[in-house]
């Protein structure tokens, strides 16, 4: 049982940004930043909070597009190595149940632009890390758009 936890632990994005590493960083601890990324038509983004030191909180509400029903997510920052490294626990309300995670974006400079790697791991179920599995593929998406 233990190994098939392992094996839908986590999910693991990456992508080279064609923007600088800082502004990149700005994007993930801004909440005016954030607000203007960490949205989609289905879920458009209705606030954001964010407080990126250890122990500091962040917190992303949406309204979803399918039922019109407010979601949420939060967490606590617990690494923050700016520009470079963002570790931050994860909590959503639209899967109630699911145990906290951990996200991990590591941002490295390269010819001009930055590579993100982003880890998310911890996951209870197949479900949950497939459902995470897109939809920070559809963020980071988001992400590279908005820095263009």
């Not at 936890?5 to 601890?29: G, N, Y």
């Not at 951990?102 to 209870?124: A, I, P, Q, Y």
Request: aromatic residues 8%; glycine residues 8%; negative net charge.
């Amino acid at each position: 049982m233990k190994a098939n936890k392992a094996l839908i632990a986590s999910v693991t994005v990456k992508r080279r940004l064609e923007a600088q590493r800082q502004r990149v960083w700005e994007a993930w601890t801004s909440a005016e930043a954030l607000m203007a990324w960490f949205t989609t038509p289905d879920w458009p983004i209705v606030g954001a909070e964010a407080d990126p030191r250890p122990g500091g909180r962040y917190v992303l509400r949406w309204v979803s597009g399918a039922d019109g029903k407010p979601v949420h997510c939060q967490g606590v920052y617990r690494e923050v190595v700016e520009p470079e490294r963002l570790v931050f626990t994860w909590t959503s309300s639209h899967a109630p149940g699911m145990s906290e995670t951990v996200v991990t974006v590591v941002l490295r400079e390269v010819d001009g632009g930055t590579e993100l790697s982003l880890t998310h791991e911890g996951f209870d179920t197949e479900k949950l890390r497939k459902e995470h599995d897109e939809g920070w593929a559809e963020m980071v998406d988001c992400l590279a758009e908005h820095l263009h």
